[in-house]
């Protein structure tokens, strides 16, 4: 278990300084495309491109990291109508096995569009960048959904309140 939580402690010390370079990257060729559009009278030809690239990696590693923190958005309502702990993880447990059953389809989809990809050799047009680059950021991080949805399902069976947001609470 220590070797996965090191592993895990790793992953978010890689992601984390990539979202920030990408996320500027992204944000900086979209206000200089803006910029030489609307003010310089010049597209710059490309940039859309290299944008759609960066922010697919971008949103889809910034989704890895609410899943692996718990973060991303939930409607839950149970705990809402109930305050009934048995039912309110008896609903967890029924939310995780659901969220990772559409998580393994994703895998499945993903990896079907990136084979696709690179079967099929597309490339983008002006800098002719491979189009299965971009694909393939779907394709890890559905793998890491999954990776995590099974953490928090071991973690909710084992008794521990992931709703809490510390996997190391147990449930009361």
Not at 58 to 68: H, I, K, T
Not at 100 to 119: C, H, I
């Amino acid at each position: 278990m220590k070797f996965l939580t090191s592993l895990d402690a790793l992953i978010e010390r890689i992601i984390n300084p990539i979202l920030v370079i990408v996320g500027l990257a992204v944000a900086l060729m979209l206000a200089y495309g803006i910029f030489s559009r609307a003010v310089l009278g010049k597209p710059v030809f490309g940039f859309e491109e290299l944008t759609l690239m960066g922010a697919m990696w971008f949103y889809m590693l910034g989704a890895v990291l609410a899943s692996r923190e718990r973060s991303h958005l939930s409607a839950d309502f149970v705990h809402v109508i109930t305050h009934n702990k048995t039912i309110r993880r008896a609903a967890s447990l029924v939310s995780t096995v659901i969220s990772l059953g559409v998580a393994v389809m994703f895998v499945t989809w993903a990896w079907d569009l990136l084979a696709f990809g690179l079967k099929r050799g597309q490339t983008t047009p002006v800098f002719g960048i491979p189009q299965w680059l971009s694909q393939a950021s779907l394709f890890v991080a559905s793998v890491a959904f999954v990776v995590y949805l099974i953490r928090d399902l071991i973690l909710e069976l084992s008794g521990r309140d992931i709703s809490s947001g510390d996997p190391s609470s147990p449930t009361e």
